[in-house]
């Protein structure tokens, strides 16, 4: 085995040592080949075998099922186990590797394609979308053919060698990517993807090192495979030799006491030298990331992304099951400010995986606020439920991609709609609620005095900030170079919101990537920012950079750097200020 490296951009820090877990879109990946007749009953076994093992993963996963489950997910469940058992899935293929001898993969993916054809030739809507259940149900199958199935039972049986397996993918949505959460591997890398594309973002909130833009490690490494990665320097060492595999060792261990010793400052304040308070927030995108908010000891939740509660499914979660979930986070925050994101859908982040996305710029299309009002009951449900948690703790609501003050005016419209029918019900809820918005547009930034008039809070979204003042795709490798956050451009755009924040009387925050690079902390504190959101990962690291920094000093040193338009020359001058600090 040949050891060989590649580069990609790192985009969370840390090394992880483990093994390659190729994962991709099963059906995508069939090939075709003919098996020798000798060898027709034993893939006729292997077929059957693959069958057998879904099944018995399906059974499993509807006993486990909570009681409190949606009644969907049961039917859904048992839809998938009515189809399996059907002969034309379970025993159709089976007449197909015998009269073309082919392998069990190939021949179930004819019969898919065949059923799938016989759907779109109905009528009924309803009965037609059922072709969707038929492809999950086989990709299941063919996912235990490839050998990437495991078992319910087996998964907890291997959540131990999981923390040792380092997943390997060309490209992940960040639908799938969320899924993730509840899996413990090593590491993360990927062909293709920017560092704010949603998918590294959530890579970034796993708290495992991250590595997007390699190119091709989909291609070059195989299943099981030991590799190394170092996602600081956005490095993979595939089959390293024992001297750089000690190497790596040491640095890991290296990385990992640095780690426990920023827990020492994780209950003081975060206060510059000269006694500047900086809040230090935490984004997280479902519930349970609380957990890791207060033990990163953030003073709250900055950001809620609201939208992964909508995506994996086919139906939208009512009023019910959002309030429970934002009710949870505004109680385990117990009294801190929880601010909770309105649906930030379009673009990357997608409602329903197989809906194909027919725009032609969809991050300039049916996005966040704009989806909201175009449907209003969706917006008025939201709204209902985040009035009903505000009464269990302190929630904020906050509006993504605002461009315009009409969209503000229609969004305030709707929410009084919300809150009027709730007073007419008798539902409690935090009648001081607060409305804030995301300045993540450059026409936002530009009004931002208007906007801080006309809210209770700013947020500044710099990710997609970035994306749109620099024409830059976020998800996109082959513009990533181009992709920096110091671009006088962008700068401006921050300092203008900061002070037209400032102006108002009204908070001012960033909860984009930049709230968590410590390499721009300095600055953001010098141009005067007090708040930062990020991922809990990062709290301790970035607070360590605050209890160093000196309020005043940051700020004369970002005013340089401010007045300056070239970004070759901000560059080095961040990098030295921030050299010299460490020093
Ligand atoms: C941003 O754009 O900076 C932001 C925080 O929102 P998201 O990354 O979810 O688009
Ligand atoms: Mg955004």
Redesign the pocket.
């Known amino acids: 085995m040949s050891s060989f490296s590649m580069h990609g951009v790192g985009v969370s820090s840390g090394i992880a040592i483990g093994h390659a877990h190729l994962i991709s879109h099963a059906l995508l990946e069939v090939v075709h080949f003919t098996i020798e007749a000798s060898a027709v009953a034993q893939e006729i076994a292997r077929f059957q075998r693959a069958i057998h093992l879904v099944k018995l993963d399906l059974e499993q996963l509807k006993a486990q099922l909570p009681a409190n489950a949606p009644a969907e997910l049961a039917a859904f469940i048992g839809t998938h186990l009515a189809m399996l058992c059907d002969k034309s899935l379970s025993e159709a293929p089976i007449a197909i590797i015998e009269a073309e001898r082919c392998n069990a993969e190939w021949a179930l993916k004819q019969q898919m394609d065949d059923i799938v054809a016989q759907f779109d030739a109905i009528e009924d809507v309803y009965l037609r979308e059922r072709k969707q259940d038929v492809m999950q149900v086989v990709e299941r199958v063919i996912k235990v053919l490839l050998g990437r199935h495991q078992h319910t039972a087996e998964k907890k049986q291997h959540a131990k060698q999981e923390r040792a397996m380092i997943l390997v993918a060309h490209d992940i949505s960040p639908a799938d990517a969320i899924q993730f959460k509840h899996h413990q591997f090593a590491a993360f890398i990927t062909d293709v993807g920017g560092v ?1 594309s ?1 998918t590294a ?1 959530l890579a970034r909130s796993l708290n495992i090192p991250s590595i997007v833009a390699l190119q091709r490690a989909r291609g070059l490494i195989s299943d099981g495979e030991l590799m190394i990665v170092d996602g600081a320097q956005g490095v993979v060492i595939v089959n390293p030799g024992p001297e750089v595999l000690s190497e790596y060792q040491l640095k890991q261990n290296q990385w990992q006491l640095a780690q426990q010793k920023l827990q020492r400052i994780k209950a003081t304040k975060a206060l510059t030298v000269d006694g500047v308070a900086i809040e230090l927030l935490a ?1 997280i995108e479902v519930p349970e990331d609380v957990l890791s908010a207060k033990a990163a000891g953030a003073a709250g939740v900055g ?1 809620y ?1 609201t ?1 992964f509660l909508f995506m994996n499914r086919r139906d939208m979660p009512d009023e019910e099951e959002q309030f429970e979930a934002y009710r949870y986070v505004a109680e385990a925050m117990k009294g801190m400010p929880v601010t909770i ?1 309105t649906l ?1 859908i379009g ?1 990357d ?1 997608q409602l329903n995986p197989d809906e194909v996305v027919t725009a032609t710029n969809p991050a300039l299309g049916l996005r ?1 606020v704009r989806y909201c009002l175009s449907e209003p009951q969706v917006f008025h449900t939201q709204f209902r439920a985040l009035l009903r948690a505000s009464h269990y703790g302190r929630v904020n609501i906050l509006i ?2 605002l461009s315009n003050l009409n969209e503000l005016r229609q969004t305030k419209l709707l929410l009084q709609r919300a809150k009027e029918a709730l007073r007419k019900e008798g539902v409690p809820f935090d009648e001081g609620i607060r409305l804030g918005g ?1 300045i ?1 547009v450059p026409a936002a930034a530009i009004s931002a005095d208007a906007f801080s008039q006309a809210l209770d809070f700013l ?9 749109y003042t620099l024409a830059i795709d ?1 998800a996109d490798d082959a513009v990533a170079h181009l992709y920096n956050p110091l671009h006088p451009a962008v700068l401006k755009l921050i300092q203008l919101t900061i002070q037209a924040a400032h102006k108002h009387g009204k908070p001012v925050s ?5 709230a968590g690079d410590t390499r721009l902390t300095r600055l953001l504190i010098g141009m005067g920012m007090r708040q930062l ?1 990020m991922h809990p990962a990062h709290i301790l690291s970035v607070k360590s950079h605050i209890l160093q920094s000196e309020a005043a000093v940051l700020a004369k040193q970002a005013k340089k750097i401010l007045a300056l338009s070239d970004l070759d020359k901000i560059e080095p001058l961040i990098n030295r200020w921030n050299g010299q600090a460490m020093s």
């Open positions: 704010t949603h973002i984004n950001l992304r939208e994101r930030d673009a982040k966040a993504p991609m995301m993540e947020s500044i979204g710099t990710n997609d900030l970035i994306q976020r960033v909860c984009g990537e930049m959101s």
